[in-house]
């Protein structure tokens, strides 16, 4: 049988690679992917990965052709990932729902936000970060899919020992922090997020983040002039599989 191979493309991490150690492939910055096929399309639609919320990772499983762990990547990098093999799997038109009328959002203009790392701590995934209330100097980290999967088992175990409980926001809080006013000890960055971390502050600290994370810039402005996230799920890739409105 004829060998066929698969075209590939390389794409620009937001990070740069600079939020990973030196000796992970992911430092370079960049990681090759390949177009999508039949076997994609059958992850896509693949029921019990749907339910376990998997099918998006099995899905960047399999057209990631760099060795890299999925795990390492930050959510910013991931999320670049996922868009590029969109587009290259079905092109850069995205039609939405937005107001009961349908737009279509060109995937092709969406740019990775500026990041220099200036701000990083020892050329490593960890950044200062002063709150600006209560004026206590912290360190915090970029989340991985590592992090990601410790909070997802934490968040089961406290919703069964307490169906009302909602502590996703706190939990996240303190696997982000790397140290409170120069004390790095979990017991201590913990007992500081449920007992002294204002919420005038969680509010600054999250806005920092969201305005100095690389990631991908998702905001677009429609035709209308209206400003809109670009929502990314199953449906990103394909409509069938629900309604991806904005109200």
Known sequence: MAEFKFPTEEIELPSKGLVYSKD???SSGKVEIKYMTAKEEDILSNQAYIEKGVVLDKLLDSVIVSKINLKDLITG???AILIATRVLGYGSDYKVKIGGREEIIDLSGLE???????NMIEGKNEFAFTLPYSKTPITYKLLSGHDESKIEQELKGLKKLN???????????KYALTSVNGEDEVKIIR???DTYFLARDAR????HLKN???DVDLNVIL????EVVVPIGLNFFWPDFGDSSSN
């Open 24 to 26: 992970n492939p992911l």
């Open 204 to 207: 600054a600290f999250r806005e």
């Open 223 to 226: 035709d209308t002039g209206e």
């Open 191 to 193: 007992e500081y997020v």
């Open 112 to 118: 990775n936000k500026d990041f220099d790392g200036s």
């Open 163 to 173: 169906r009302n409980a909602s502590p996703d926001a706190s939990t996240r809080l």
């Open 212 to 214: 100095t994370s690389p």
């Open 77 to 79: 990098d991931k999320n």
